[in-house]
């Protein structure tokens, strides 16, 4: 049985940071890639980070550029999504998700996720 356990999301002031780990079981990361989406009240989930740790490729949605930074550390099967800067607008519930490293829809694409954690709440105060 595949699980994704996130922890991390919290409370915090505009500029300050987070790290989100994703806890993986059941699966490993040379056969599946992990994205983080969030979504905020009255919005649609939109992918926010993406690693495939079998070559190394890794993705942002260009809001978050620069200030988040995603890694992942396959002897803990863990992915940690450093989160720098923080603003108002990164308030969201956080999912963890993951996907074949070989599917070949673009990795915002929500509908090519097979699993997905239960969400992490990230508060960002002004």
């Known amino acids: 049985e595949v699980q994704l356990v996130e922890s991390g999301g919290g409370l915090v002031q505009a500029g300050g940071s987070l790290r989100l780990s994703c806890t993986a079981s059941?699966?490993?990361?040379?056969?599946?890639?992990i994205g983080w989406f969030r979504q905020a009240p009255g919005k649609e989930r939109e992918g926010v980070s993406f690693i495939d740790s079998s070559d190394g490729t890794t993705h942002y949605v260009d809001p978050v550029k620069g200030r988040f930074t995603i890694s992942s550390d396959k002897a803990k099967n863990t992915v940690y999504l450093q989160m720098n800067a923080l603003k108002p607008e990164d308030t969201a519930v956080y999912y963890c998700?993951?996907?074949?490293?070989?599917?070949?829809?673009?990795?915002?694409?929500?509908?090519?996720?097979?699993?997905w954690g239960q969400g992490t709440q990230v508060t960002v105060s002004s």
């Open positions: 998700t993951a996907r074949s490293v070989y599917a070949d829809k673009a990795w915002t694409n929500a509908w090519s996720y097979d699993y």
């Open positions: 059941g699966l490993t990361f040379d056969d599946y890639a």
